[in-house]
């Protein structure tokens, strides 16, 4: 079954053409101009991806608080930025919110389709059996792929599939560093230095409201991060 795709955009022209070429890629597209249609829409069903302008309509930061509010709804439905705006600030905004990625408008649309591909393929992952291999566990962290879950002293850690994913190539071998490139294929993305770092922030204070003394990611300063052993 074919994927379904919603873009949230405000610009239609720029709305149309985005939609067109998710359709070439076999994607079932639901295009929308503002926030409140958007979830209007999403009572009912959530679509498999969610791409999202920052401003919508009058809304200049409504795309923010569609992310948000979706993000409240589901733990794990991809969510990315498409933005004209480029600040870094925007960006560790989008990305402290909950999105999997924050792209800029001038990326390629070959660049855009990888990207989209990548969150696709971590989604299918989550339906294949693991085997021996489907539970982890590290002192007080368990990770269980089959279910897609995160706990640490017993209590849930609601992660992205993004975290999710960092914290499984973080955990799986303690103590050896993990640099950008590895994180990156581990997360099946496309990361920068700045979007790894706000992952990683963003990932530790999750932990951190379970645990206020959790301290097991490590940064390796010009290498990478690592997971400490017990």
Request: net charge negative; hydrophobic share 40%; aromatic share 8%.
């Amino acid at each position: 079954m074919a994927k379904r795709i919603a873009i949230v955009e405000d610009e239609a022209a720029i709305r149309e053409n985005y939609t067109a070429a998710f359709r070439r890629e076999g994607y079932v597209v639901d295009g929308y101009e503002a926030r409140q249609p958007a979830l209007d829409a999403f009572e009912g069903r959530l679509p498999d991806l969610v791409v999202i302008d920052i401003n919508l309509k009058d809304d200049v930061e409504g795309g923010f608080e569609l992310c948000r509010e979706l993000r409240a709804r589901s733990t794990d439905l991809p969510i990315i930025f498409l933005t004209a705006r480029d600040s870094e600030f925007d960006a560790v905004s989008g990305l402290r919110l909950g999105a999997d990625d924050y792209l800029t408008k001038d990326i390629s649309l070959p660049h855009l389709m990888a990207r989209i591909a990548a969150l696709f393929r971590r989604l299918d992952a989550m339906q294949q059996p693991q085997g021996k291999e489907a539970r982890l566990t590290r002192g007080d962290l368990v990770i269980d792929t089959e279910r897609m879950s995160i706990h640490w002293q017993d209590q849930s850690v609601n992660l992205t599939l993004t975290e999710f994913w960092l914290v499984h190539a973080l955990a799986r071998y303690p103590g050896h560093v993990k640099n950008r490139q590895q994180l990156m294929d581990a997360a099946q993305a496309v990361l920068d230095d700045n979007t790894i770092t706000s992952h990683i922030k963003r990932i530790r204070r999750k932990f951190h409201a379970i645990d206020a003394e959790f301290d097991s990611i490590e940064t390796v300063y010009g290498m990478g991060y690592r997971w400490l052993s017990d």
